[in-house]
């Protein structure tokens, strides 16, 4: 099983800053199948990211992924209220399908 | 536009089956390259993945739970179900279909979720 580690576990940062979220794999998974979410309290997960860094229609372009093998970064410009939320990181590379701890961005 | 709608009880009893409905409005669970997802989330954790049933009918299960767990499809109705077996407190969570794509496996359609708690 491809155990993603997500850090930091909770970012503090103020509306207008750069969010800089890690996932990091135990073992390469192509890119082809990271997957990034946003959770906001009492909602399902919504798609944010495919592919690493495919950004989903809809999704505003201070959004972006990067990565391969076993190192992938969510980036967040320019922090917008509504950006505060919980992200995860998922793979399909390998079965089992398995998601990140999630890390929560917060206002400072 | 593809909607997912989570249906079924509240509270299980433990050593009892978990059994939840999938509903699918607006689109076919026949057709397409899907696969129909079970995710759960216990309060204030992550997610897991549970297991799939793809389009053609082919399952596949988290190890940890494939003992317990069946993911079923009836296409008359346009609904997949999701059976727990055995089930203990550690089975409380808020339970999440969800609809993944066959090329990239992202999940881009979820139902509202459904809370179930498992309690005597």
């Known amino acids: 099983e491809i155990v993603l580690t997500q850090s930091p576990g909770t970012l503090s940062l103020s509306p207008g800053e750069r969010a800089t979220l890690s996932c990091r794999a135990s073992?390469?998974?192509?890119?082809?199948?990271l997957v990034w979410y946003q959770q906001k309290p009492g909602q399902a997960p919504r798609l944010l990211i495919y592919g690493a860094s495919n950004r989903v229609t809809g999704i505003p372009d201070r959004f972006s992924g990067s990565g391969s093998g076993t190192d992938f970064t969510l980036t967040i410009n320019r922090l917008e209220p509504e950006d505060f939320a919980v992200y995860y990181c998922q793979q399909y590379g390998s079965s089992p399908l398995t998601f990140g701890g999630g890390t929560k961005v917060e206002i400072k | 536009q593809v909607q997912l709608q989570e249906s079924g009880p509240g509270l299980v009893k433990p050593s009892q089956t978990l059994s939840l409905t999938c509903t699918v409005s607006g689109g076919s669970i026949r057709f397409g390259s899907y696969y129909w997802t079970w995710i759960r989330q216990p309060a204030g954790k992550g997610l897991e993945w549970i297991g799939h049933i793809y389009t053609s009918g082919s399952t596949n299960y988290n190890p940890s739970l494939k003992s317990r767990v069946t993911i079923s499809a009836d296409t008359s109705k346009n609904q997949f179900s999701l059976n727990l077996s055995s089930v203990t407190a550690a089975d409380t969570a808020v339970y999440y279909c969800?609809?993944?794509?066959?090329?990239?496996?992202?999940?881009?359609?979820w139902g509202k979720g459904t809370t179930v708690t498992v309690s005597s």
């Open positions: 073992q390469s998974v192509s890119s082809r199948y």
């Open positions: 969800a609809r993944g794509n066959g090329n990239f496996y992202y999940m881009d359609v």
